[in-house]
């Protein structure tokens, strides 16, 4: 009963309240009808309808229009669903009825009234626990109980865990899921109480909110608001309906408006455009003909300038015009013709300046006897401001480096021929009003068969097209000359001509084309810097952004490529002209040669100056791998200086065979003048030595040590000494040099062991015999051989052990570390060579003992063959009796009677000995017989161990006389007849100690006749016929 009051006191003030909002929406409806204007609502600030943006043509009035449309389309669909969502709201309320108050909560509440009590209890008893349910649920029965609900509030929310109600809460980030199953299983009865509070918790919060909003009788004011709230909205429905159709016949109507003066403003921006594209076109025509006036009369910086309007206007304002074609095909003509124009006249001025200018530094007239090129002050470009203008014109058309590596390049080229020709014609007319015609004398005779050979060779080089040679032996007598008689074959007779002249004119001429080469190279370094000069200044006028890329671009590398070009082209046609002489050089003498040599050398390394001085000033410190300049020249020295050292080397062989076939191995005394020669051999000081001190000695003395030399081992020490000052004078080549002498040294060695060991010397029949005077001298000069080369060694490596940059300036540079290297290898040779030198000695001392050993077996075969002379008288009787020893203790005079052969065997050992120490040495002639008394030793005991006949008589069982005391009695004969060579006293005092040891153990005591007495040994020792036992 108390309900229905309720509700009908709350349907009344809802009534009342949906009446005064009708009137509110009355009011706002009038205000708009009469009050807010069209251009209000068409210019609303928000963005609405047509002028929600600024129009920039047709197409952004058609998008605005396209959008109108799609919020008309949105509109109508929206209204449809609003009479749909109206017609689904009265179907709901219809289906949910009434909205429930609070007495209808009061079944539910009654079901868990009488176990309420019985739950705050036990609920109560948990609050004493410190857990989170707990202390929520204390604070929800102190609301309940004091009634503050503010705080009763807080806590329940603080209650459960803050995690919870993070924005990024996840199950899975809960601690609880992260723990292990038996942590879990462990407190499982702790989180289902904890749960259980939390639902229990929640169950009361929603009774309590229930039970305040019937308090507060939300569901009574919503349900009496329900119908007023909908008519509002029906009658704002409307009025938006209206107020739609409205605005949609204004847009209208505005959209015919602005889509007319659209149309006008697009036709006056065309007209516009078309006039003044008319304007650009007629300038594009009127500067065409100004161009063609201006490439005639050259200005070509102008006419770029021009070019470059023009073109920026066709291709900004006229591009795509079909009446434009014409100019635009005009136009690209015109840059094709000021291209071509700027490039043929660049390329001409820069082949002017760089190979045309001031010769007079390099005429034959101005230093004809100059032996060295100078170093040109830098000149100043012919036409240089011209070529700035023109390099700057193409680099703005970005055609300065394939003009430099192409076109110029090869024009450069062709003009070099052209002028190098011309330049070594004039110079070769100079060469022949100066010389006389009988003024041939350094370059060979021309009309030689050498020189028509080399002649036809260089008139083959000299020129590309030229394949005549001149063959004949009726060539001019001077340059001039030769080139008048040739008249127009410019390679034959500039062959002819080169070959004409003399050693001292062609030296002058050679001068001149490497002084006009410098002279070429400084004008093309300072091209150089004038081209580098223009690129910096236009990179840095237009501004460039990246450094990296204007360096790619610019001519730098195209500019170092083409000094290289240009120096190998000049200086390989200046080597044609080298070659052409080829044969006359191979002629000259070595200080002649050294001359041009230096002359070269010095002129290419300052080529190559020149060449990093340019690539310092367009690279600065930046690497650059270039290539070598001089190598071409270089390379033509090297073989000509080859060839001058393969025919010096030729002479000497045929001067070191000749006196080897006709030497007779026999001693010489030495002039004095060899000891000169020995000491610059070994780079020694050189005494001073006096005028007319033509005197001799009889032993050639190296390091305190004597030698017997033959004639041809002076000849030897003079070659080597030739081959040692020609390592001075080409020390651009001493590998060359060096190699040659040790293949001297090697023929010497080899050609004298099969001379006298070999027996050539005989069967060549030079000599009847070979005698042992001509093993010792042969020896002698393989021993002075052998002592001179580790001297000359060590001076070798004195010379070029040095540096490059210490070497003299004239070569430092020719010498490559190859060369050296290669230098240190020939050079450690000389120690092989002197060591087979050392080998050969020691054959030739045994050659020596074997023919003592034979002399023995001569005489061995009858002294051990054949008996004894037989002994009739007592003639022996002294040597055992008391008269042997005089009264002064002298050994008397006794007959040893030897055997017949031992006086043979004593005269050879004389005669050998006497040979030897005339020609060796005291210490080699011991040696010698020492090896061969050792090897007499060994076989006298080989015979003492085969039979021996023992005939009676002549041997008797008797003192004195058996085969042993016989023997021993010869061996005592040796000893007082060998005696008196005391050079050998050593080795022959072992040799008698020797056979009487053999003796002794070989004769038997057990046959009388075979027997050695011990008397008789005593009695020869008593008498000094034999040495005591060692």
Request: one cysteine or more; glycine letters at 8%.
């Amino acid at each position: 009963g108390s309900a229905s009051p309720t509700l009908g006191v709350g349907g009344a003030s809802a009534m009342t309240h949906t009446a005064s909002t009708k009137g509110h929406w009355a009011a706002v409806y009038d205000e708009l009808r009469s009050h807010q204007s069209l251009s209000s609502v068409v210019n609303d600030p928000r963005g609405k309808g047509l002028l929600r943006s600024k129009w920039e043509g047709m197409s952004d009035l058609w998008e605005a229009v396209g959008e109108i449309v799609e919020e008309i389309g949105e509109a109508r669909e929206s209204e449809a669903q609003e009479s749909v969502d109206a017609a689904v709201i009265a179907r709901t309320d219809e289906l949910v009825g009434t909205i429930p108050d609070l007495p209808d909560f009061q079944p539910y509440l009654d079901t868990f009234a009488d176990l309420w009590d019985i739950y705050y209890k036990s609920m109560k008893g948990k609050s004493r626990k410190p857990s989170k349910l707990s202390h929520g649920h204390a604070h929800i029965l102190a609301r309940r109980d004091d009634g503050s609900e503010d705080v009763a509030a807080c806590d329940a929310h603080r209650s459960v865990p803050h995690e919870f109600f993070s924005s990024d809460f996840k199950l899975e980030h809960h601690q609880m899921f992260k723990q292990s199953l038996q942590t879990s299983i462990d407190q499982q009865e702790e989180l289902n109480s904890e749960l259980t509070g939390y639902l229990d918790l929640i169950e009361v919060s929603l009774f309590e909110q229930i039970q305040q909003a019937q308090r507060d009788q939300v569901f009574d004011s919503l349900a009496n608001m329900n119908q007023p709230l909908q008519e509002d909205l029906r009658s704002t429905l409307g009025v938006l309906k209206t107020l739609r159709g409205q605005l949609r016949s204004v847009q209208k109507r505005q959209l015919r408006n602005g889509l007319a003066v659209g149309r006008l403003a697009r036709r006056k921006r065309r007209t516009d455009e078309v006039l003044q594209r008319l304007d650009c076109l007629a300038h594009v025509q009127q500067s065409q003909p100004s161009i063609q006036m201006l490439l005639q009369g050259q200005d070509y910086i102008t006419a770029l300038d021009l070019l470059e309007t023009t073109t920026a206007a066709l291709e900004s304002n006229l591009k795509g015009l079909t009446s434009a074609r014409p100019s635009s095909t005009r136009l690209v003509s015109l840059l094709g013709t000021f291209d071509r124009s700027v490039e043929a006249d660049f390329v001409h001025n820069c082949t002017e300046a760089i190979l045309s200018g001031p010769t007079s530094s390099s005429t034959l007239a101005a230093s004809p006897s100059a032996t060295t090129v100078v170093t040109p002050v830098p000149p100043e470009l012919k036409g240089a401001e011209r070529l700035k203008r023109l390099c700057w014109c193409l680099g703005r058309r970005e055609l300065l480096r394939p003009t430099l590596s192409a076109t110029l390049r090869d024009v450069l080229l062709s003009q070099l021929k052209k002028v190098l020709k011309t330049r070594a014609r004039t110079l070769l007319e100079e060469s022949g009003e100066t010389e006389s015609p009988g003024g041939n004398a350094g370059g060979g005779d021309a009309s030689g068969p050498a020189a028509a050979s080399g002649s036809g060779e260089a008139g083959e080089n000299a020129a590309e097209e030229g394949n005549a040679a001149p063959g004949s032996s009726e060539a001019a007598t001077t340059p001039a000359a030769t080139l008048q008689k040739t008249g127009t074959d410019g390679a034959t007779g500039m062959s002819a001509a080169l070959c004409a002249l003399s050693f001292d004119g062609f030296l002058a001429f050679w001068r001149a084309m490497l002084q006009d080469c410098l002279e070429v190279a400084a004008r093309f370094c300072e091209y150089a810097a004038l081209v580098q000069g223009v690129v910096g200044s236009l990179m840095e006028g237009t501004g460039s952004r990246q450094k990296g890329r204007d360096q790619q671009l610019g001519p730098e590398s195209e500019l170092l490529r083409l000094f290289e070009i240009l120096m190998n082209s000049y200086l390989q046609k200046v080597g044609v002209l080298l070659q052409a002489r080829q044969a006359e050089h191979r002629t000259l003498r070595a200080d002649e040669w050294n001359k041009l040599l230096k002359l070269s050398y010095d002129g290419l390394d300052k080529v190559r100056g020149l060449q990093d001085q340019c690539r310092q000033l367009l690279l600065g410190s930046e690497s650059y791998s270039g290539t070598d300049v001089r190598s071409g020249v270089r390379a033509i020295l090297y073989s000509q200086t080859k060839h001058i050292v393969d025919e010096f080397d030729k002479l000497c062989i045929e001067r070191m065979e000749c006196a080897l076939e006709q030497e007779r191995w026999e001693r010489t005394d030495v002039p004095s003048q060899y000891k000169t020669i020995l000491e610059q051999l070994l780079g020694k000081e050189q005494p001073i030595e006096l005028e007319g001190d033509q005197g001799v000695e009889r032993f050639l003395h190296v390091e305190g040590v004597h030698f017997l030399v033959v004639p041809a081992a002076l000849t030897l020490v003079q070659l080597l000494n030739d081959y040692v000052q020609l390592c001075r004078k080409f020390q651009s080549m001493p590998e060359v040099v060096i190699q040659r002498m040790c293949n001297m040294l090697k023929l010497f060695n080899g050609k004298t062991h099969q001379l006298v060991l070999g027996g050539q010397a005989v069967s060549q029949q030079t000599l009847r015999k070979i005698t042992a005077s001509n093993l010792a001298l042969c020896s002698q000069c393989c021993g002075l051989v052998a002592q001179i080369l580790p001297n000359l060694q060590s001076h070798l490596k004195a010379m070029f052990s040095v540096e490059v940059g210490q070497l003299p300036a004239s070569v430092g540079s020719a010498v490559s570390s190859t060369a050296r290297n290669t230098v240190t290898l020939l050079v450690g040779d000389l120690a092989k060579i002197a060591t087979e030198y050392s080998d050969h000695r020691t054959a030739l001392f045994g050659k020596l003992s074997d023919l003592l050993q034979e002399r023995y077996q001569f005489h061995a075969k009858k002294w051990l063959g054949t008996p004894h002379a037989e002994i009739k008288d007592d003639s022996d009787a002294t040597l055992f009796g008391e008269g042997a020893i005089a009264s002064d203790g002298s050994a008397q005079s006794v007959n040893l009677n030897p055997h017949e052969a031992l006086d043979g065997f004593v005269k050879d050992i004389t005669n050998m000995y006497r040979v030897l120490l005339r020609n060796l040495t005291n210490d080699s002639v011991r040696k010698i017989f020492a090896k061969a008394f050792d090897e007499i030793a060994l076989k006298f005991d080989q015979r003492l161990c085969q039979e021996l006949t023992a005939a009676s008589p002549p041997y008797e069982d008797r003192l004195g006389r058996s085969l042993g005391d016989r023997l021993a009695l010869d061996i005592g004969f040796l000893q007082e007849q060998l005696e008196k060579l005391s050079g050998i006293s050593t080795p022959l005092q072992r040799l008698l100690v020797d056979l009487v040891s053999h003796l002794r153990a070989r004769m038997a005591a057990d046959d009388p006749l075979r027997a050695l007495h011990p008397g008789t040994l005593e009695a020869l020792q008593r008498l000094g016929r034999l040495p005591l036992p060692r």
